[in-house]
T-cell receptor, first 115, second 111 residues
Framework: GAGVSQSPRYKVAKRGQDVALRCDPI?????LFWYQQALGQGPEFLTY????????KSGLPSDRFFAERPEGSVSTLKIQRTQQEDSAVYLC?????????????FGPGTRLTVT | SQQGEEDPQALSIQEGENATMNCSYK?????LQWYRQNSGRGLVHLIL?????REKHSGRLRVTLDTSKKSSSLLITASRAADTASYFC???????????FGTGTSLTVIP
């Protein structure tokens, strides 16, 4: 079946704008993760969902970041009042099992540029 | 913050040679995974090794895990130009709710 998809692939936002990034995980996958990857760095954990429950959001850098997965499938990462330091690639990953105990399948990412 | 660190940061080898990358991490884990990322692309899972395993093989890949030293190594044998990518180790940090990647090793295989 289809892999993990993310949209948009590229987003340019002016500082102060709100953005919404979408992730469509593999159908039936229980776990969904969001990561932020700065240029030349490894992905940094943002938040984790098990079905519709957000079990961990300790990696969200500020209260301007909000994620949801209301029906346990599609997830949206929202960033309010974007700042230049939010510029990064945002990666979504899903896995069939619970917690971070299984192989994760990654989407292609959304490259966010805040000007 | 990064849980793990890969060593070396960059590695350049000739096609056909073996490539070894090391990863160190900080906390107890349930499992350690290795991922590959080609430039500008998403990550691809390579291999998962659980904390009670010491060695695992998958094709040309061999992974070892030493939980007493909190370290792992990834060996790619008979490298190919297509293996050129960044390689990351990642761990669950014992909690299961979080997943932490290392800083990555950039591998270049010269044809």
């Amino acid at each position: 079946g289809a892999g993990v998809s993310q949209s948009p692939r590229y987003k340019v936002a002016k500082r102060g704008q709100d953005v919404a990034l979408r992730c469509d995980p593999i159908s039936g996958h229980v776990s969904l993760f969001w990561y932020q990857q700065a240029l030349g760095q490894g992905p940094e954990f943002l938040t984790y969902f098990q079905n519709e429950a957000q079990l961990d959001k300790s990696g969200l850098p500020s209260d301007r970041f909000f994620a949801e997965r209301p029906e346990g499938s599609v997830s949206t990462l929202k960033i309010q009042r974007t700042q230049q330091e939010d510029s990064a690639v945002y990666l979504c990953a899903s896995s069939w099992g619970g917690l971070a105990l299984y192989e994760q399948y990654f989407g292609p990412g959304t490259r966010l540029t805040v000007t | 913050s990064q849980q793990g660190e890969e060593d070396p940061q960059a590695l350049s080898i000739q096609e056909g040679e073996n490539a070894t990358m090391n990863c160190s991490y900080k906390t107890s884990i349930n499992n350690l995974q290795w991922y590959r990322q080609n430039s500008g692309r998403g990550l691809v899972h390579l291999i998962l090794i659980r904390s009670n395993e010491r060695e695992k093989h998958s094709g040309r890949l061999r992974v070892t895990l030493d939980t007493s030293k909190k370290s792992s190594s990834l060996l790619i044998t008979a490298s190919r130009a297509a293996d050129t990518a960044s390689y990351f180790c990642a761990t669950d940090a014992g909690t299961g709710n979080q997943f932490y990647f290392g800083t990555g090793t950039s591998l270049t295989v010269i044809p």
